[in-house]
T-cell receptor, first 117, second 109 residues
Framework: EPEVTQTPSHQVTQMGQEVILRCVPI?????FYWYRQILGQKVEFLVS????????KSEIFDDQFSVERPDGSNFTLKIRSTKLEDSAMYFC???????????????FGPGTRLTVL | RKEVEQDPGPFNVPEGATVAFNCTYS??????FFWYRQDCRKEPKLLMS???SGNEDGRFTAQLNRASQYISLLIRDSKLSDSATYLC??????????FGAGTILRVKS
């Protein structure tokens, strides 16, 4: 069964450093997402991406964050200058998207645990 | 008011029990509804979509009441492997999913 993959599984970084989290969505999917989950809290939407551009973003997704699809398979989340409060699990997700709708099922990757020291 | 509200639990039930979870959502524009399951420190995994007509998948039954903005999940004949956090999810028009904080289920032998 196809699945979303993410690397690395755990990233430790110093405050102020840049990190790039990588995802490979399911191959025939058209919509890509990033969510985060701070320990003990709910899963929160960060951003969605379709047709090589951001289609929606939350208030969490400020200028420190950016997303990119550098090639035909990878989807990345960059945090330019990490803060302590960026420590969380970051989940990538993808959905097929039929008839221009993105409200079909989203499949999640295993996550990257980001620890900012 | 939280966009998606759930009772955090935990619900501690014996094997074989029937357990029900409820959830309310505040955005009447929500278009799609799901139950996801999350094991400790793992990714959310889709359990089932929720439709207005109600739907069943084996031991799991989901119901949606749009008028009351209320979603439910019923688990029959609970197994030890059902122990997890159950996430109620609403999808407003657009791309994002809005998650509830989750309900913890512990099934004990």
């Amino acid at each position: 069964e196809p699945e979303v993959t993410q690397t690395p599984s755990h990233q430790v970084t110093q405050m102020g450093q840049e990190v790039i989290l990588r995802c490979v969505p399911i191959s025939n999917h058209l919509y890509f997402y990033w969510y985060r989950q701070i320990l003990g809290q709910k899963v929160e939407f960060l951003v969605s991406f379709y047709n090589n551009e951001i289609s929606e973003k939350s208030e969490i997704f400020d200028d420190q964050f950016s997303v990119e699809r550098p090639d035909g398979s990878n989807f990345t989340l960059k945090i330019r200058s990490t803060k302590l409060e960026d420590s969380a699990m970051y989940f990538c997700a993808s959905s097929h998207g039929t008839s221009g709708s993105s409200t079909d099922t989203q499949y999640f990757g295993p996550g990257t645990r980001l620890t900012v020291l | 008011r939280k966009e998606v509200e759930q009772d955090p639990g935990p619900f501690n039930v014996p094997e074989g029990a029937t357990v029900a979870f409820n959830c309310t959502y505040s955005n009447s524009a929500s278009q799609s509804f799901f139950w996801y399951r999350q094991d400790c420190r793992k990714e959310p995994k889709l359990l089932m979509s929720v439709y207005s007509s109600g739907n069943e998948d084996g031991r799991f039954t989901a119901q949606l009441n749009r008028a009351s903005q209320y979603i439910s999940l019923l688990i029959r004949d609970s197994k030890l492997s059902d122990s997890a956090t159950y996430l109620c999810v609403a999808g407003p028009r657009g791309n994002k999913l809005v998650f509830g904080a989750g309900t913890i289920l512990r099934v004990k032998s």
